[in-house]
Nanobody, 125 residues
Framework: VQLQASGGGLVQAGGSLRLSCAGSGRTSSTYGMGWFRQAPGLEREFVAGITWTGGSTYYADSVKGRFTISRDNAKNTVFLQMNSLRPEDTAVYYC???????????????????WGKGTLVTVSS
């Protein structure tokens, strides 16, 4: 599975951005998917995840209520809608694919096998 993230940019605090992650291959829609982020000097951290059916989602506490993960399997694309952005959300955001046909949302780095190149999100104060 090859993944391509897009949609990053510069936004003021309180603003919104929508990230997209396009997957290649006929089977990309069968993977649990997630978004991670990595700020300078910090470890990569989990942001949000979704099962392959889209029936279950899971969020880090820091983004709960502000970010929404969704997917369109017909288009092999996963989205991350980010609202009420804060300067501390500034990071490179990565999408990743976990196990196929999983019933649970993959929540840790080790659950993910495929990674896309990141997209930079910068939130100014």
């Amino acid at each position: 599975v090859q993944l391509q993230a897009s949609g990053g940019g510069l936004v003021q605090a309180g603003g919104s951005l929508r990230l997209s992650c396009a997957g290649s291959g006929r089977t990309s829609s069968t993977y649990g998917m997630g978004w991670f982020r990595q700020a300078p000097g910090l470890e990569r951290e989990f942001v949000a995840g979704i099962t392959w059916t889209g029936g279950s989602t899971y969020y880090a506490d820091s983004v709960k209520g502000r970010f929404t993960i969704s997917r369109d399997n017909a288009k092999n694309t996963v989205f991350l809608q980010m609202n009420s952005l804060r300067p501390e959300d500034t990071a490179v955001y990565y999408c990743a694919a976990g196990a196929r046909f999983g019933r649970l949302v993959p929540q840790i780095l080790a659950d993910y096998s495929y990674w896309g190149k990141g997209t930079l999100v910068t939130v100014s104060s």
